[in-house]
C-alpha cells in the first residue's frame, strides 16, 4: 500500500524546515506531485538527512515532490521492504526508476530462500 499522504515539495528549504523530518520512517520521491514514483526509502533515523542526501545526487535532479510516514526505526526497514514490494505488484515486477538496489530485507514476494532455491 502505497503512503498515504500529502506530496510535498521536494526543495531543501521544505527539508530544512519540517520538524517532522528529524524522525525515522519510510518516503517516496515522485515527479510531478506524484503522478510518477521515483524512488522509495527509509531512514532509521532521520529522514530529513536521507532527503537531503538524495538532493546532492544528480539522479535526483528531477523529482519535485515527496512524501513520508513516521515508522519506528526497527520496523524502517520492513516497511520499505513492503512498499517496494507492493510498488513492483503494480509495476510488472520493476522497481522504482531510481531505486537501483534490492531491500535489505526478506521480501515475501520476490524472496527464495538459498536452501530452497531450485537452478
Known amino acids: 500500500m502505497p ?12 527539508i530544512q ?14 515527479k510531478k506531485k506524484g503522478d510518477m514514483v521515483m524512488y522509495i526509502g ?9 532527503l537531503l542526501n ?11 515532490h ?3 510516514r513516521k515508522t519506528p526505526s526497527d520496523e ?17 515486477g520493476k ?3 531510481l531505486n537501483t538496489q534490492k531491500p535489505k530485507v526478506n521480501d515475501s514476494d520476490s524472496y527464495i530462500a538459498p536452501a530452497f532455491r531450485r537452478w
Open 42 to 50: 527509509k531512514s532509521d533515523t532521520s529522514i530529513r538527512q536521507r
Open 3 to 14: 503512503i498515504k499522504a500529502e506530496w510535498i515539495p521536494f526543495t531543501d528549504a521544505v
Open 95 to 97: 522497481n522504482p526508476p
Open 66 to 68: 515527496f512524501r513520508k
Open 54 to 64: 538524495h538532493k546532492e545526487k544528480t539522479r535526483f535532479s528531477t523529482c519535485t
Open 76 to 92: 524502517a526497514a520492513n516497511a520499505e521492504a513492503r512498499l517496494l514490494a507492493d510498488y513492483r505488484k503494480s509495476h510488472a
Open 17 to 30: 524546515d519540517a520538524l517532522s523530518l528529524k524522525e525515522s520512517g519510510v518516503y517516496e520521491i515522485g
